[in-house]
Structures are given as structure tokens and as C-alpha cells.
Nanobody
Framework: QVQLVESGGGLVQPGGSLRLSCAAS????????MGWYRQAPGKQRELVAR???????NYADSVKGRFTISRDNAKNTVYLEMNSLKSEDTAVYYC?????????WGKGTLVTVSS
């Protein structure tokens, strides 16, 4: 198992930027595929972006060109750089680590995009 702690959420105006971080415990971070998911009020949790252990990335269509996922294996951390934020990006953002049968979640960090 790996413990995940998200940070970096907050209130931002439309058009603004935020960077989320997810710090992972343990020494096997590099083997995990890492992802950011989000859940808006009244909606299901959805994938935002994923980065594989090898560094391949994929994004939800709604965030392509605005969000960037990256990882620093030396720091056991995955990031989500979010630019040109929109009100519809408002949600709780969750970090996920997956490998084999293991699937771990953080507790989430709230991002609110509002003027």
C-alpha cells in the first residue's frame, strides 16, 4: 500500500492557475501509475489525467491543453499544473496510485474556481 496526501487546492478566479501536489509514502513510488481524478458536487468521479510509471500521459478531453501532469520519482510526488481554469473545473481533486491489484486514493483537495 501507499499513502497519498494531496495539497495545493484553493479558491482561484476564472482564468487563473493552480498547481496540485500529491506526496506518496513508501519506496516503490516509481512503479505506480499515477492519476488525478475529480468529483464535482452531484457528479461521479472522473479521470482528469494519468501518468504511467514510464512517463506516458493521457488527459480528459475537457482539460487537454490546459492541464499538465508530471511526476518526480526522486520526491515521490506527482503534480497537476492547471491553467486557464474554468468554473466547471470546480471539484474535489483526488490522487490515485495504481499497480497490479493495488489501487490507492488520497483524501482529496478542493479546487474552487469562482469570481
Amino acid at each position: 500500500q501507499v499513502q497519498l496526501v494531496e495539497s495545493g487546492g484553493g479558491l482561484v478566479q476564472p482564468g487563473g492557475s493552480l498547481r496540485l501536489s500529491c506526496a506518496a509514502s513508501g519506496s516503490a513510488f516509481s512503479i505506480f501509475d499515477m492519476g488525478w481524478y475529480r468529483q464535482a458536487p452531484g457528479k461521479q468521479r472522473e479521470l482528469v489525467a494519468r501518468i504511467s510509471s514510464g512517463g506516458s500521459t493521457n488527459y480528459a478531453d475537457s482539460v487537454k491543453g490546459r492541464f499538465t501532469i508530471s511526476r518526480d520519482n526522486a520526491k515521490n510526488t506527482v503534480y497537476l499544473e492547471m491553467n486557464s481554469l474554468k468554473s466547471e473545473d470546480t471539484a474535489v481533486y483526488y490522487c490515485n496510485a495504481a499497480w497490479s491489484a493495488m489501487n490507492n486514493w488520497g483524501k482529496g483537495t478542493l479546487v474552487t474556481v469562482s469570481s
